[in-house]
């Protein structure tokens, strides 16, 4: 399954709402094997969301997932400061263990 | 606590080896899946390869299939990555991560801070 995110680069302002897209080539039962992570330069990924849209535990509430079969979306509502990273969407259904190839947001 | 930290990280030449250590703590080790996730320099992740609980069933990216071993060892708590015939494209960040399989969902949801790999002539 490969991933295909858009854009790879946003710039926003504080307290925008932001989208990101997660394309995957199939969807098939897809939904509970997608995740998103954040990353900030220099540090781990951190997990944001499972299943699509399952909020991991301490992630704040405005992050949010939706989207199904092929089609998934990542939305951060009034972005904050610290939301200055690189996002990577992943499926976990098939091997290869794939990664989109990433979306970096800005803060103007 | 830090539950997962990767050591042997180096710089070594082409075709050359390291072995990858990731030392766990905080979780029930023996219970889970296990992933090492790689990152080369200004590049996305790429997941390298899986371990079951138990070490009876492993998988891996095609580019380091035959090259790379993944392994465990429970009583130790530690996972293993023995990377032999080492190429320069394989620099990178490697990351040990869990890999929770649950009803709910699949995630690599706890990850360690990564050990820099470096092949270079």
């Known amino acids: 399954i490969q991933l295909t995110q858009s854009p790879s680069f946003l710039s926003a302002s504080v307290g925008d709402r932001v989208t990101i897209t997660c394309r995957a080539s199939?969807?098939?039962?897809?939904?509970?094997?997608l995740a998103w992570y954040q990353q900030k330069p220099g540090k781990a990924p951190k997990l944001l969301i499972y299943?699509?849209?399952t909020l991991q535990g301490g992630v704040p509430s405005r992050f949010s997932g939706s989207g199904s079969g092929t089609d998934y979306t990542l939305t951060i509502s009034n972005l904050q400061p610290e939301d200055s990273a690189t996002y990577y969407c992943?499926?976990?259904?098939?091997?290869?263990?794939?990664f989109g190839g990433g979306t970096k947001v800005e803060i103007k | 606590e830090v539950p997962l930290v990767e050591s042997g990280g180096g710089s070594v030449q082409p075709g050359g080896s390291l072995r990858l250590s990731c030392r766990a703590s905080?979780?029930?080790?023996?219970?889970?899946?296990m992933a090492w996730v790689r990152q080369a320099p200004g590049k996305g992740l790429e997941w390298v390869a899986n371990?079951?609980?138990?070490?009876?069933?492993?998988f891996y990216v095609d580019s380091v299939e035959g090259r790379f071993t993944i392994s465990r060892d429970n009583a130790e708590s530690s996972l293993y990555l023995q990377m032999n015939s080492l190429r320069v494209e394989d620099t990178a960040v490697y990351y040990c991560?869990?890999?929770?399989?649950?009803?709910?969902?699949?995630?690599?949801?706890?990850w360690g801070q990564g050990t820099t790999v470096i092949v270079t002539s």
């Open positions: 199939q969807g098939q039962g897809l939904r509970i094997y």
């Open positions: 991560t869990r890999y929770n399989d649950i009803t709910e969902g699949d995630s690599f949801d706890i």
């Open positions: 299943a699509a849209s």
């Open positions: 992943q499926q976990l259904k098939t091997y290869p263990l794939g």
């Open positions: 905080g979780f029930t080790f023996r219970s889970d899946w």
């Open positions: 371990i079951k609980e138990d070490g009876s069933e492993r």
